[in-house]
T-cell receptor
């Protein structure tokens, strides 16, 4: 069964600190993996996308990594800001079906 | 301004009533999707359309209906057969999402 699991479920960090969110997947055949940021009551916004051959992708203070062998990805946030408070969703795309498998998200709260 | 526009942002439905959620895109994408988001759960696929005049059921299609008469538009109707419609509904084309419609049963 295609599944995406994220950890932790929620996280509180102090402003300015770094944090890392985890994503494990059992999706096959794999096409790509995206990390989304979703503010409360808003639609998800794509942060990064990685294909099978990519190990890392950065977008400002966000850096995603992908290990296709272990089927794990991480999203590292550097020097967190209050505006980083949101849910972060890992999404894996299944090859050939344009079907997306969603994780349940990590809810991040950045505290002043 | 390119993107996906959902309306309304908030919608209230009475018991036994059908309601329609609007989704419009100007990205010239063929594929469009409707998802439902509930607290503590990942997004679940309701319906998707890969081309005009064609659409397919997703994982939780019961109680919902869609149409795809134009490439730009993919409206979702929540029928009275959907027993638990209170949720946040998201429309997407490819990997781009609209801002969502929050539907509440009153």
């Amino acid at each position: 069964k295609n599944q995406v699991e994220q950890s932790p479920q929620s996280l509180i960090i102090l402003e300015g600190k770094n944090c890392t969110l985890q994503c494990n997947y059992t999706v096959s055949p794999f096409s790509n993996l995206r990390w989304y940021k979703q503010d409360t009551g808003r639609g998800p916004v794509s942060l990064t996308i990685m294909t099978f051959s990519e190990n890392t992708k950065s977008n400002g203070r966000y850096t995603a990594t992908l290990d296709a062998d272990t089927k794990q990805s991480s999203l590292h946030i550097t020097a967190s800001q209050l505006s980083d408070s949101a849910s972060y969703i890992c999404v894996v795309s299944v090859t050939g079906f344009q079907k997306l498998v969603f994780g349940t998200g990590t809810r991040l709260l950045v505290s002043p | 301004d390119g993107g996906i526009t959902q309306s309304p942002k908030y919608l209230f439905r009475k018991e036994g009533q059908n309601v329609t959620l609007s989704c419009e895109q100007n990205l010239n994408h063929d594929a469009m999707y409707w998802y439902r988001q509930d607290p503590g759960q990942g997004l679940r696929l309701i319906y998707y359309s890969q081309i005009v005049n064609d659409f397919q059921k997703g994982d939780i299609a019961e109680g919902y209906s869609v149409s795809r008469e134009k490439k730009e538009s993919f409206p979702l109707t929540v029928t009275s057969a959907q027993k638990n419609p209170t949720a946040f509904y998201l429309c997407a084309s490819k990997a781009f999402f609209g801002q969502g419609t929050r539907l509440t049963v009153v």
